[in-house]
Every structure is written in C-alpha cells, then in structure tokens.
Nanobody, 119 residues
Framework: VQLQASGGGQVQAGGSLRLSCVASGSVFTANHMGWYRQAPGKERELVATMDSGDVPDYADSVKDRFTISRDGAKNAVELQMNNLQPEDTAVYYC??????????????WGKGTQVTVSS
C-alpha cells in the first residue's frame, strides 16, 4: 500500500493550495484519513482528519481556513487550504488508517509534500 500525495508548493500569504492523497492497493480499506504537518524544529501535528462517517476534525489553527474532504470508495482525501499564512509553512503528510484484507489494522504515511507560504 502506498500513499501518493500531491499539490504542495509555494504561495504568498492569503493564497490557496489544494493537497490530494490516494492510498493505492486493493487489499486496503481506509477508515480514517487525514493530514499532518511538521515545521522545522517542531513536532508533527494534526491538521485535519476525517473518519469513515465523514466527520472532520481540525486543528484550531486551521479551522475556517482549511477544508478536508474524503472519497471512501477511492481511498482518497483532499485538503483545501485557503488564506494560507507563513505559519502554515511545513511538510504536510497524508495518513491513512484502516484494514488490510478487512481484518488486520494498518496505518500508513505518505512521504510528505512541502508547503511554503511567504509573507
């Protein structure tokens, strides 16, 4: 199972980016997908996640600016980021938690995509 993320880049403050992630592999069913980020010198933190019931969870710092969406049938998740600020600069990681062969719990991380916001 591989998580392929795309959509990172560099924008000016106030700009927007959209991150996408797909978990490949027919043996895996993702029940919980989301995005985390890690800025230089800081620990990795939750940005936004969504469970199988499409209930989102956001970090307080991104509420009202970021929107997470999920396609359960495709094991895909997207993050629309609006009004980006320099403090959003980080490497963003996709994460998928679910079941392999409908039996074994599994937890996968993508390689990360850089988001840079300039002032």
């Amino acid at each position: 199972v591989q998580l392929q993320a795309s959509g990172g880049g560099q924008v000016q403050a106030g700009g927007s980016l959209r991150l996408s992630c797909v978990a490949s592999g027919s043996v895996f069913t993702a029940n919980h997908m989301g995005w985390y980020r890690q800025a230089p010198g800081k620990e990795r933190e939750l940005v936004a996640t969504m469970d199988s019931g499409d209930v989102p969870d956001y970090a307080d710092s991104v509420k009202d600016r970021f929107t997470i969406s999920r396609d359960g049938a495709k094991n895909a998740v997207e993050l629309q980021m609006n009004n980006l600020q320099p403090e959003d600069t980080a490497v963003y990681y996709c994460r998928a938690q679910g079941l392999l062969l409908s039996v074994s719990p599994a937890d996968f991380w993508g390689k990360g995509t850089q988001v840079t916001v300039s002032s």
